[in-house]
């Protein structure tokens, strides 16, 4: 009787020891399982970072070349600027010496004309020197007119020089002297056309203020310029009024 009884309890003992390890070892399985989860889901979150530093990536790179390629389209166009006011610059300067002789030429004529003159000489040597004086004049002339039309090229050249190399507190300056009026006006589209142009000394960018019995109506800004016209844009802030035909302009930035 006492060995069963001790059978029983030995079986029982095992039985307890079996459904504790049992119970250990769902625990155990219940926590691998959450651990498990908690991976898969942080390796899903990683993955979608992975992902989306991979497209940051891509778009700055992509930036990045186009930012390169900008930056080296501003350095030709800066190159090709430089060299085109330096060409021009020497071509004045050429003018300049070429005004310089001919206008010696000139004075040389006169003096040798003045010297005939008053000691009698022959009406054929006379002729010959107001031949030679009248070339001396149109060459002069023709030197003049070249100078100018360089001189605008050059400011113009400078001024786009300029605009590459620092835009923001750049302005054109224009001649003090220039004055114009309205001939046409485009209410709808906010432009004008001036009765002045490249002759008058009117540059691409330039801006004018339009005034009206000496009260300021609007400014404007100069954007296509022909040889006796141009036409130019209200500055968005500075319409004070309505722009009418034969209203006034004047430099807003004259030259010194």
């Known amino acids: 009787m006492l060995l069963r009884i001790s059978l029983i309890v030995a079986i029982l003992a095992a039985l307890g020891a079996g459904i504790l390890n049992v119970l250990k070892v769902r625990t ?18 990683t993955q979608a970072t992975l992902d989306t530093t991979k497209k940051d990536l891509a778009r ?39 005004l310089a002789k001919a206008t010696a030429d000139r004075d040389d004529a006169q003096a040798k004309l003045a ?19 009248k070339d001396a004049q149109d060459a002069i002339e023709i030197a003049n007119q070249e100078k100018t039309v360089l001189s605008r090229t050059v400011t113009r050249l400078n001024n786009k020089l300029n605009e590459i190399l620092g835009p923001g507190d750049y302005v054109v300056k224009l001649r003090p002297d220039l004055k114009g009026k309205v001939v046409v006006v485009d209410p709808k589209w906010d432009f004008v056309v001036l009765n002045v142009g490249e002759d008058q000394g009117v540059l691409e960018d330039g801006e004018l203020l339009v005034s009206r019995n000496g009260k300021l109506v609007a400014k404007v800004i100069v954007r296509t310029v022909q040889k006796d016209r141009s036409i130019a844009n209200v500055v968005p802030g500075w319409k004070l009024g309505e722009v009418y035909e034969g209203d006034q302009v004047t430099p807003a930035h004259p030259a010194s």
């Open 28 to 45: 155990e399985i219940v926590t691998l399982i959450s651990q498990r989860d908690d991976y898969h889901t942080q390796l899903t979150q």
């Open 60 to 98: 700055t790179k992509t930036d990045l070349a186009q930012t390169q390629q900008q930056l080296a389209d501003a350095q030709d166009a800066q190159k090709k600027a430089e060299d085109t006011a330096t060409a021009q610059q020497k071509r004045a300067d050429d003018l300049t010496d070429k």
């Open 115 to 133: 010297a005939y003159t008053a000691t009698g000489h022959s009406a054929q040597e006379v002729a010959q020197l107001t031949k030679d004086l």
